[in-house]
């Protein structure tokens, strides 16, 4: 196996653990379980779409990780280009929202925040490396 291809899996897997790691730590924040109790979390509504859109960007890296391992080179690195630059941009804005809070409870948010922009952006990297030693 390619080295490229195992640190971008291996980068896929740091980002969806960041991403719960973010999610986990949050319930320990002052009022968040009475929140969720009253059917919101973080200002938003808990629904049914709110939840499918969680699972969703939680699957997405998890995919991410096991194609990198089993695609072709080239269908490999577009795949990884292109979803690593979405995931960048998502990561931004979590990041800019991030600063929206109290930054004194959530500082722990705001590092795995910053990790999230971090590990995609390696993605791309790692990715768009391995093309031009094609």
């Known amino acids: ?57 939680l699957l997405v890296p998890l995919v991410m990780a096991v194609l990198s391992l089993t695609l072709k080179d080239s269908i490999n690195r577009w795949a990884n280009i292109i979803v690593g630059i979405v995931i960048t941009i998502l990561s931004i804005v979590s990041l800019i929202m991030a600063f929206t809070l109290d930054l004194s409870i959530y500082a722990f948010g705001l590092l795995l925040d910053i990790s999230m922009v971090i590990a995609p952006v390696l993605i791309v990297w790692y990715a768009w490396k391995s093309k031009q030693k094609a």
């Open 1 to 57: 196996m390619e080295d490229w291809k195992i640190k971008i899996a291996a980068l896929w897997f740091f980002y969806t653990m960041a991403m719960l790691a973010v999610f986990t730590l949050m319930f320990f924040g002052p009022g968040i379980i009475d929140e969720i109790r009253a059917g919101t979390f973080v200002g938003e509504p808990v629904t049914g779409e709110f939840l499918l859109m969680n699972a969703i960007f």
